[in-house]
């Protein structure tokens, strides 16, 4: 069984350019959850979504920042206009439907380095 | 705002001692969930813990979840250079409605290096 897909692994930005981050999540989960790990620091939750909703995105910076789940496809993290501060490990998590939703299993991440 | 204070931050041994790694909250948890994250990968799902004194072992590994759900422990008996990495716990919790929120709370993690 894959595991939960990220890419690209890494992805190097300009300043003031966008930068797109694709996750997959396991077969049979339709949970999808966003984190954001800075250097020496713990994993921040981002936002939490399911197919076509967002649930929760109390983590999220209220600007340049979006998120989406759609139908069909991968969840896409959005961050617009990037700053050199948005340089980080960004992971992707997900869940089972309806069971054992706290239990989250995590892809390799995208690394994240904006010039 | 909830925290999560892994214990201790860095633990350097050599190959066959014995460890433990801790995490404690002043918050109560409906699970915790503990991973092991390699440089440059995602973490990996070790174990989850939900019911309060519960004790689980995976091989050289026990961990307990405290009986308020407060604060949990993971044990390394025998530990071995391929043990080395970043142990980070995290805790889930429960919504007003009865759901669970869905985000979790990691601690900062706890650095082990295993000397052969």
């Known amino acids: 069984n894959a595991g939960v897909m990220q890419n690209p692994r890494h992805l190097v930005r300009r300043r003031g350019q966008e930068a797109r981050l694709r996750c997959s999540p396991m077969k049979g989960h339709s949970h999808v959850y966003w984190y954001r790990q800075l250097p020496e620091e713990g994993l921040k939750f981002m936002v939490y979504?399911?197919?076509?909703?967002?649930?929760?995105e109390s983590g999220m910076p209220k600007e340049r920042f979006s998120a989406e789940f759609p139908k069909e496809g991968p969840s896409i993290l959005r961050i617009q206009q990037v700053v050199r501060g948005d340089s980080a490990a960004y992971f992707c998590?997900?869940?089972?439907?309806?069971?054992?939703?706290?239990?989250?299993?995590f892809g390799p991440g995208t690394r994240l380095l904006v010039l | 705002t909830q925290l999560l204070e892994q214990s201790p931050q860095f633990l350097s041994i050599q190959e066959g001692e014995n460890l433990t790694v801790y995490c404690n909250s002043s918050?109560?948890?409906?699970?915790l969930q503990w991973y092991r994250q390699e440089p440059g990968e995602g973490p990996v799902l070790l174990v989850t813990v939900v019911t309060g004194g519960e004790v689980k072992k995976l091989k050289r590994l026990t961990f307990q979840f405290g009986d308020a759900r407060k604060d949990s422990s993971l044990h390394i008996t025998a530990a071995q250079p391929g043990d080395t990495g970043l142990y980070l716990c995290a805790g889930a919790t429960h919504s007003l409605q009865g759901g669970s929120q869905g985000n979790l709370i990691f601690g900062k993690g706890t650095k082990l290096s295993v000397k052969p």
């Open positions: 979504l399911q197919k076509e909703n967002i649930i929760d």
């Open positions: 918050s109560v948890f409906s699970s």
């Open positions: 998590a997900s869940s089972p439907v309806d069971r054992d939703q706290e239990t989250q299993y």
